[in-house]
Protein backbone atom coordinates (compact mmCIF):
# COMPACT_ATOMS: atom_id res chain seq x y z
CA UNK A 1 0.00 0.00 0.00
CA UNK A 2 0.99 3.34 -0.13
CA UNK A 3 0.94 4.07 3.55
CA UNK A 4 1.09 2.39 6.64
CA UNK A 5 -2.37 1.13 7.50
CA UNK A 6 -3.73 0.19 10.77
CA UNK A 7 -6.98 -1.68 11.69
CA UNK A 8 -9.23 -1.27 13.25
CA UNK A 9 -9.58 2.51 13.35
CA UNK A 10 -11.70 2.32 16.37
CA UNK A 11 -12.22 -0.47 19.49
CA UNK A 12 -14.41 -0.45 22.10
CA UNK A 13 -13.44 -3.26 24.84
CA UNK A 14 -15.29 -4.32 27.97
CA UNK A 15 -12.51 -4.11 30.63
CA UNK A 16 -10.91 -7.25 30.82
CA UNK A 17 -11.13 -8.65 27.35
CA UNK A 18 -8.19 -8.67 25.44
CA UNK A 19 -7.63 -6.80 22.06
CA UNK A 20 -4.78 -7.20 19.03
CA UNK A 21 -4.12 -3.88 16.93
CA UNK A 22 -2.67 -4.63 13.53
CA UNK A 23 -0.26 -2.57 11.28
CA UNK A 24 0.75 -3.17 8.16
CA UNK A 25 3.71 -0.86 7.42
CA UNK A 26 5.15 0.42 4.57
CA UNK A 27 6.72 -2.29 2.00
CA UNK A 28 10.22 -2.76 2.41
CA UNK A 29 10.45 -0.94 5.89
CA UNK A 30 13.07 -2.24 8.27
CA UNK A 31 11.85 -0.11 10.86
CA UNK A 32 8.51 -0.74 12.79
CA UNK A 33 7.32 1.51 15.80
CA UNK A 34 4.65 1.43 18.12
CA UNK A 35 3.29 4.69 20.19
CA UNK A 36 0.68 5.04 22.60
CA UNK A 37 -1.03 8.75 22.48
CA UNK A 38 -3.10 9.34 25.56
CA UNK A 39 -5.67 11.92 25.10
CA UNK A 40 -4.36 15.66 25.15
CA UNK A 41 -0.95 14.19 25.19
CA UNK A 42 2.10 13.36 22.47
CA UNK A 43 2.77 9.98 21.56
CA UNK A 44 4.55 7.92 24.23
CA UNK A 45 7.04 5.05 22.64
CA UNK A 46 6.21 1.33 23.51
CA UNK A 47 8.17 -1.35 21.18
CA UNK A 48 10.10 -0.87 18.27
CA UNK A 49 11.26 -4.05 15.70
CA UNK A 50 14.11 -3.86 13.15
CA UNK A 51 12.86 -6.28 10.67
CA UNK A 52 11.27 -9.57 12.99
CA UNK A 53 13.59 -8.64 15.97
CA UNK A 54 12.00 -6.45 18.86
CA UNK A 55 15.01 -4.81 19.88
CA UNK A 56 13.53 -2.66 22.52
CA UNK A 57 10.26 -3.18 24.23
CA UNK A 58 11.29 -0.88 26.95
CA UNK A 59 8.07 1.51 26.62
CA UNK A 60 5.40 -1.39 26.99
CA UNK A 61 3.32 -0.43 30.21
CA UNK A 62 3.05 -4.20 31.75
CA UNK A 63 3.11 -7.13 30.71
CA UNK A 64 -0.13 -7.46 29.91
CA UNK A 65 1.15 -5.49 26.38
CA UNK A 66 2.83 -7.79 23.89
CA UNK A 67 3.63 -6.76 20.18
CA UNK A 68 5.17 -9.07 17.36
CA UNK A 69 6.33 -8.79 13.82
CA UNK A 70 7.02 -13.07 13.11
CA UNK A 71 7.72 -12.23 9.33
CA UNK A 72 9.36 -8.66 9.29
CA UNK A 73 6.16 -7.15 7.96
CA UNK A 74 2.84 -7.13 9.78
CA UNK A 75 2.80 -6.22 13.30
CA UNK A 76 0.20 -7.30 16.00
CA UNK A 77 -0.12 -5.50 19.14
CA UNK A 78 -1.94 -7.67 21.74
CA UNK A 79 -3.66 -6.23 25.29
CA UNK A 80 -4.70 -8.57 27.62
CA UNK A 81 -7.08 -7.86 30.16
CA UNK A 82 -7.77 -4.21 29.25
CA UNK A 83 -8.19 -1.90 31.90
CA UNK A 84 -9.64 2.03 31.52
CA UNK A 85 -6.09 3.22 31.86
CA UNK A 86 -5.09 1.62 28.11
CA UNK A 87 -7.85 3.78 26.45
CA UNK A 88 -5.69 5.95 24.25
CA UNK A 89 -4.97 5.81 20.33
CA UNK A 90 -2.36 3.64 19.19
CA UNK A 91 0.18 4.95 16.22
CA UNK A 92 2.43 2.51 14.16
CA UNK A 93 5.36 3.93 12.32
CA UNK A 94 7.34 2.44 9.91
CA UNK A 95 10.14 3.95 8.31
CA UNK A 96 13.03 2.61 5.20
CA UNK A 97 16.41 2.18 7.27
CA UNK A 98 17.34 2.80 11.08
CA UNK A 99 19.29 5.59 12.27
CA UNK A 100 18.00 8.80 11.73
CA UNK A 101 15.27 8.87 9.15
CA UNK A 102 11.68 10.05 8.25
CA UNK A 103 9.18 7.59 9.92
CA UNK A 104 5.76 7.60 8.32
CA UNK A 105 2.76 6.79 10.77
CA UNK A 106 -0.69 5.09 10.28
CA UNK A 107 -3.62 6.94 11.02
CA UNK A 108 -3.78 4.94 14.83
CA UNK A 109 -6.15 2.58 16.30
CA UNK A 110 -8.61 4.45 19.11
CA UNK A 111 -9.30 2.09 21.62
CA UNK A 112 -12.14 2.60 24.44
CA UNK A 113 -11.76 0.61 27.65
CA UNK A 114 -15.32 0.58 29.14
CA UNK B 1 15.34 10.51 30.13
CA UNK B 2 14.95 13.79 27.97
CA UNK B 3 11.74 15.78 28.19
CA UNK B 4 10.32 18.16 25.45
CA UNK B 5 8.52 21.51 26.36
CA UNK B 6 6.21 22.86 23.64
CA UNK B 7 5.07 26.53 23.90
CA UNK B 8 2.09 27.74 23.75
CA UNK B 9 -0.13 24.60 24.26
CA UNK B 10 -2.63 26.41 22.27
CA UNK B 11 -2.69 29.46 20.04
CA UNK B 12 -5.59 30.86 17.92
CA UNK B 13 -4.79 33.55 14.92
CA UNK B 14 -6.51 35.27 12.39
CA UNK B 15 -5.55 34.12 8.66
CA UNK B 16 -2.87 35.75 7.17
CA UNK B 17 -0.88 35.95 10.44
CA UNK B 18 2.83 34.86 11.29
CA UNK B 19 3.13 32.71 14.15
CA UNK B 20 6.01 30.68 15.88
CA UNK B 21 5.87 27.71 17.83
CA UNK B 22 8.87 26.78 20.38
CA UNK B 23 9.99 23.30 21.79
CA UNK B 24 12.73 22.92 24.16
CA UNK B 25 14.30 19.85 24.96
CA UNK B 26 15.92 19.10 28.86
CA UNK B 27 18.90 17.66 26.81
CA UNK B 28 20.79 18.16 23.59
CA UNK B 29 19.01 17.11 20.33
CA UNK B 30 20.67 14.66 17.75
CA UNK B 31 17.81 14.80 15.37
CA UNK B 32 14.63 16.86 16.22
CA UNK B 33 11.15 16.17 13.87
CA UNK B 34 8.19 18.38 13.21
CA UNK B 35 5.05 16.71 12.76
CA UNK B 36 1.28 17.68 12.12
CA UNK B 37 -1.77 15.95 13.28
CA UNK B 38 -5.24 16.07 12.62
CA UNK B 39 -7.88 15.46 15.35
CA UNK B 40 -8.02 11.46 15.18
CA UNK B 41 -5.22 11.48 12.52
CA UNK B 42 -2.07 10.12 12.44
CA UNK B 43 1.04 12.04 12.32
CA UNK B 44 2.33 13.92 9.07
CA UNK B 45 5.93 14.89 8.60
CA UNK B 46 7.12 18.11 8.30
CA UNK B 47 10.67 18.45 8.53
CA UNK B 48 13.39 16.82 10.32
CA UNK B 49 16.47 18.68 11.96
CA UNK B 50 19.82 17.58 12.82
CA UNK B 51 22.61 20.49 12.45
CA UNK B 52 23.00 23.42 14.82
CA UNK B 53 21.82 26.16 13.45
CA UNK B 54 19.73 24.85 10.55
CA UNK B 55 17.07 25.32 8.86
CA UNK B 56 14.83 24.53 6.79
CA UNK B 57 11.81 25.58 4.66
CA UNK B 58 8.49 23.98 2.96
CA UNK B 59 5.66 26.29 1.63
CA UNK B 60 5.01 28.62 4.79
CA UNK B 61 6.32 26.87 7.02
CA UNK B 62 9.93 27.12 8.42
CA UNK B 63 12.09 25.63 11.40
CA UNK B 64 15.26 25.81 12.46
CA UNK B 65 17.68 24.49 15.54
CA UNK B 66 19.58 26.58 17.01
CA UNK B 67 23.06 26.36 17.79
CA UNK B 68 23.49 25.13 21.02
CA UNK B 69 20.70 21.96 19.77
CA UNK B 70 18.51 22.14 22.46
CA UNK B 71 15.60 24.68 20.87
CA UNK B 72 13.68 24.63 18.04
CA UNK B 73 11.27 26.60 16.56
CA UNK B 74 8.36 26.36 14.03
CA UNK B 75 7.26 28.97 11.93
CA UNK B 76 4.09 29.72 9.92
CA UNK B 77 4.06 32.93 7.64
CA UNK B 78 0.26 34.39 6.51
CA UNK B 79 -1.44 31.33 8.06
CA UNK B 80 -4.24 29.58 6.32
CA UNK B 81 -6.74 27.13 7.77
CA UNK B 82 -5.10 24.65 6.44
CA UNK B 83 -2.62 25.07 8.66
CA UNK B 84 -4.74 24.44 11.88
CA UNK B 85 -4.19 21.17 13.89
CA UNK B 86 -1.43 19.92 16.38
CA UNK B 87 2.19 20.45 15.84
CA UNK B 88 4.47 18.26 17.65
CA UNK B 89 7.89 17.87 17.78
CA UNK B 90 9.95 14.96 18.48
CA UNK B 91 13.41 14.14 19.54
CA UNK B 92 15.62 11.54 18.30
CA UNK B 93 16.71 9.81 21.79
CA UNK B 94 19.80 8.61 20.29
CA UNK B 95 18.90 4.94 20.25
CA UNK B 96 20.28 4.28 17.31
CA UNK B 97 17.14 3.26 15.72
CA UNK B 98 15.46 7.07 15.73
CA UNK B 99 12.70 6.65 18.93
CA UNK B 100 11.49 9.22 19.54
CA UNK B 101 10.22 11.40 22.30
CA UNK B 102 7.25 13.97 21.81
CA UNK B 103 6.49 17.31 23.46
CA UNK B 104 2.39 17.42 24.46
CA UNK B 105 1.56 19.18 21.10
CA UNK B 106 0.50 23.20 20.00
CA UNK B 107 -2.88 22.68 18.61
CA UNK B 108 -3.15 25.53 16.39
CA UNK B 109 -6.76 27.09 15.00
CA UNK B 110 -6.83 29.85 12.17
CA UNK B 111 -10.17 31.70 12.37
CA UNK B 112 -11.18 33.50 8.84
Known amino acids: GAGVSQSPRYKVAKRGQDVALRCDPI?????LFWYQQALGQGPEFLTYFQNEAQLDKSGLPSDRFFAERPEGSVSTLKIQRTQQEDSAVYLCASSLTTGSTEAFFGQGTRLTVV | SQELEQSPQSLIVQEGKNLTINCTSS?????LYWYKQKYGEGLIFLMM?????EEKSHEKITAKLDEKKQQSSLHITASQPSHAGIYLC????????????FGKGTMLLVSP
Open chain 2, 27 to 31: KTLYG
Open chain 2, 49 to 53: LQKGG
Open chain 1, 27 to 31: SGHVS
Open chain 2, 90 to 101: GADVSSGYSTLT
